[in-house]
Nanobody, 122 residues
Framework: QVQLVESGGGLVQAGGSLRLSCAAS????????MGWFRQAPGKEREFVAA????????YYADSVKGRFTISRDNAKNTVYLQMNSLKPEDTAVYYC???????????????WGQGTQVTVSS
């Protein structure tokens, strides 16, 4: 079991940057692959990025490649999503997810945070 709490969301201008954080509970954090999903109003939840337990492998949705960077600090039980060159289309609630494998994280996930709102104004 792991509990996830996202933070760092807010309102930013198009072209700006924002860094999201996801703090996880438990001493077994490093054994989980981690990821980020987002859901815009009236839209389905979509995969954004994922990172393996070691941080050695990362995956990104095509829509965010080159703009977003996922990273993790296992000593701090935290995963980050650095978002640059933000667009209004990035506006959504962003959710942190954890799973036993990166495949699980990129699909359904095992555990979820409460979400943090990101709004990008034009």
């Amino acid at each position: 079991q792991v509990q996830l709490v996202e933070s760092g969301g807010g309102l930013v201008q198009a072209g700006g940057s924002l860094r999201l954080s996801c703090a996880a509970s438990g001493r077994t954090f490093s054994s989980y692959a981690m990821g980020w999903f987002r859901q815009a109003p009236g839209k389905e939840r979509e995969f954004v990025a994922a990172i393996s337990w070691s941080g050695g492998s990362t995956y990104y949705a095509d829509s965010v490649k080159g703009r977003f960077t996922i990273s993790r600090d296992n000593a701090k039980n935290t995963v980050y999503l650095q978002m640059n060159s933000l667009k209004p289309e990035d506006t959504a609630v962003y959710y942190c997810a954890a799973g036993d494998t990166i495949v699980v994280v990129t699909t359904t996930g095992d555990y979820w945070g409460q979400g943090t709102q990101v709004t990008v104004s034009s």
